[in-house]
């Protein structure tokens, strides 16, 4: 009992101490080598979000210390800008996207790489499918799964090297 | 051109003179054709059916848990929430920029073993199935009053309600409803029509009903003095049975761009663990659970083809032994053994061609009449036409029984003059 109340009094001590953010410990999943895409086509836009664990893109996951550490970073930062680059649509559908702002992310020992891509496409209907380098450019990246919303619909596949994953279109 | 015209004469009297034996194949060959396309008709309708659960929602949002826990209790109520999404939530995720509108499920009593769904107008608004198909009541009207409940069709089939009917909601999921809101009765406002999906099977009520019927159970069972129905509707009237929390929200953003954004603003929400995901995605991810059964129908469709075509051979080869006579007679004729052996695969082919297009217009003609009582019994959609894949597969079984054929018809061009005469018969 004494103890019990003794709980109950850290808790609620606790709980005056930290009213606002309630989930201090909130931890995202983390696995290497697991790649995820999220692909959202209305009309003639299309909005890309790529997230990758920086032990796949740069090789370490905690932030980065020495010179050479910074420009792997960096040189990673510029590879993963490039939407044209990196992924491959219909030639028919006629996307072009430009630049992508480039985000690193640590949290605690892990850091991941985040990347919202803006792309525009003439022939939306012509986006049948979508291939992508990324195996080439990074070896241990194992699956890029993919959850995408079209017109046709909402689903979810995977990427695997040397595969186009098609899409829904209505 | 005489020749080609007297070797359809030779194989037409030679079908004609087995044509006993022949239609059996051919029916065999029909039969299998049947079976494959119903298999196959009833594996695409299957999907199809579960894919169209539910459409027109961009997220489903609930407690945290896993999306496909969240889809089964929230579309297909099967099971539990782990937790309920408080209503500041609720209205945090309202305000969100690409929000356009919710829905909101507060899920939890039973009917007699029917879920009761407590929701808001909206719900017969904005929620869709199929190809944006969306409820329609089909006799009475939405809830006017606050103990009004409009049952799914087969809850008014099975338990056979009617509008003005008066039901009592039993507290939780227990079949037996041991302990009940007898104190509350509801009355059958409207009767949905049918739609093949899980809200066949529930009963609707609106939220300010559901906290209504709970008013007297803040201590976890019912007070001795419960507050009368007239004083419950006097509250709701003035707004002050608002719920505190709901089991899931069905959201719709202003755009599709916007579904990620929104996705993960309520997956970080920091002052309650939520989770939204793609009811999309989810359907699929449960379908690859669930699916193992639709492998198992294409292992069954595939096998069905190859009896077909073994059925086929067998029976060639085992009448080539009493054919022997006829090949005989059609070398000593003159009939060189490549006519023969010709003979044999045309006939074959021809057999297996006949047989796929009675299978094909029996499964062609039966698809309108079995597809209506599937679709109101089980709410599956038969796909009407053929589909590339089954005209495929159909041409491939006329293609190898041609192939096998060519295995009697080598033995035939062995079959020497003096093995079918001399034989003595």
Redesign the interface.
């Known amino acids: 009992m004494q103890i019990h109340r003794l709980c109950l009094a850290a808790l609620s001590a606790f709980a005056v101490g930290q009213p606002v953010v309630a989930q201090t410990r909130d931890l995202h999943a983390h696995e290497h080598g697991h790649v995820t895409l999220q692909v959202a086509v209305d009309g003639e836009s299309v909005e890309m979000i790529l997230e990758a664990p920086g032990a796949d893109i740069v090789g370490f996951e905690h932030s980065a210390e020495t010179d050479e550490q910074k420009a792997a970073v960096q040189e990673a930062m510029a590879d993963l800008a490039d939407p044209m680059a990196l992924f491959i649509l219909p030639e028919a559908a006629g996307c072009t996207g430009e630049a992508a702002e480039v985000e690193l992310h640590q949290e605690g020992d892990h850091n991941a790489f985040e990347v919202e891509y803006s792309l525009t496409c003439t022939d939306p209907a012509a986006l049948t499918e979508i291939e992508t380098r990324f195996f080439e450019l990074y070896p241990s990246v194992e699956e890029i799964e993919v959850e995408y919303a079209t017109p046709a619909g909402q689903g979810a596949g995977e990427l695997e090297p040397g595969e186009a994953l098609p899409l829904p279109t209505s | 051109m005489t020749r080609l015209r007297l070797l359809a004469r030779l194989v037409g009297a030679s079908l004609w003179s087995r044509r006993l034996a022949i239609s059996l194949v051919a029916l065999a060959v029909a039969v299998s054709t049947i079976l494959f396309l119903s298999v196959e008709r009833l594996r695409t309708g299957a999907w199809e059916s579960f894919?169209s659960t539910i459409?027109g929602t961009?997220l489903i949002v609930g407690g945290r848990s896993g999306g496909v826990q969240l889809m089964l209790y929230s579309v297909f109520r099967i099971g539990n929430a782990t937790n309920d999404i408080s209503w500041e939530s609720v209205e945090d995720i309202v305000a969100l920029d690409d929000v356009d509108w919710i829905v909101p499920l507060s899920l939890g009593d039973s009917h007699r073993g029917y879920r009761v769904v407590a929701t808001a107008d909206a719900y017969f608004e904005r929620y869709r199935y199929g190809r944006g198909l969306s409820l329609e009541i089909e006799q009475g009207a939405r809830f006017d009053d606050l103990f009004d409940v409009v049952l799914g069709a087969e809850v008014a089939r099975a338990l056979d309600y009617e509008i003005g009917d008066r039901i009592v909601i039993a507290h939780g999921l227990g079949a037996a409803g041991l302990v009940r809101h007898d104190d509350l009765p509801f009355t059958v406002s409207g009767i949905l029509a049918r739609t093949g999906t899980p809200a066949d099977h529930s009963l609707h009520i609106s939220l300010e009903a559901m906290t209504a019927i709970h008013v007297d159970w803040a201590s976890g069972a019912r007070a001795a003095h419960t507050t009368p129905a007239e004083v419950l509707r006097a509250r709701a009237a003035e707004g002050d049975l608002a719920p505190n929390s709901v089991t899931a929200l069905l959201v719709g953003t202003t755009?599709?761009?916007?579904?990620?954004r929104t996705a993960r603003a309520i997956n970080e929400y920091?002052?309650?663990?939520l989770l939204a995901v793609?009811?999309?995605?989810a359907l699929?991810?449960l379908w690859s659970v669930v699916g193992t059964a639709e492998r198992a129908l294409a292992a069954v469709s595939a096998m069905v083809v190859l009896t077909a075509v073994v059925g086929l051979v067998a029976t060639l080869l085992a009448t080539l032994e009493q054919r022997r006579r006829e090949i005989a007679v059609l070398r000593a004729l003159g009939a060189r053994p490549g006519i023969v052996a010709g003979l044999l695969v045309v006939e074959s082919g021809l057999v297996a061609l006949v047989g796929v297009l009675v299978g094909l217009l029996t499964v062609l003609a039966a698809t309108p009449v079995a597809g209506a009582w599937l679709r109101a019994t089980y709410g599956l959609d038969l796909p009407v036409g053929l589909s590339l894949r089954e005209a495929l597969v159909l041409s491939g079984i006329v293609v190898s029984a041609v192939l096998a054929g060519l295995l009697p018809a080598w033995r035939a061009y062995r079959i020497g003059l003096s093995d079918g005469l001399g034989g003595g018969g």
Request: net charge negative; aromatic share 6%; proline share 16%.
């Open positions: 894919a459409s961009d755009s599709r761009i916007a579904v990620f920091p002052e309650e663990p793609l009811p999309g995605v699929q991810e």
